[in-house]
């Protein structure tokens, strides 16, 4: 069962950070590349970035260039987005995705507010 869960969004205020995580199994992660996208409420869901499989090769919206990094630990099947410098146009619900059966987590909100 192929199966993308991730974790670490929440209540920031401008100019805050966070890291999310997206822990993947059910398929051979090193072999596929893997994208985080977001869906403001209203708003289509757009990619927001995105890794190659060996991590060295990476893509970013430019709404997010310079202030958020995608990497990932392929020995623990995870994939990862520092956000930093958030604004209060970052919040959204982020997901993680990867083209492997074009799977899909669930999301986790992330808040930025004062």
């Known amino acids: 069962q192929v199966q993308l869960v991730e974790s670490g969004g929440g209540l920031v205020q401008p100019g805050g950070s966070l890291r999310l995580s997206c822990v993947a199994s059910g398929f051979t992660f090193r072999e596929f590349s893997m994208n985080w996208f977001r869906q403001a409420p209203g708003s289509e869901r757009v990619r927001v970035a995105g890794i190659s499989p060996g991590g060295a090769a990476t893509t970013y919206a430019d709404s997010v260039k310079g202030r958020f990094t995608i990497s990932r630990d392929n020995t623990k099947n995870t994939v990862y987005l520092q956000m930093n410098t958030l604004r209060p146009e970052d919040t959204a619900v982020y997901y993680c995705?990867?083209?492997?059966?074009?799977?899909w987590g669930q999301g986790t909100q992330v808040t930025v507010s004062s």
């Open positions: 995705q990867t083209p492997f059966e074009s799977t």
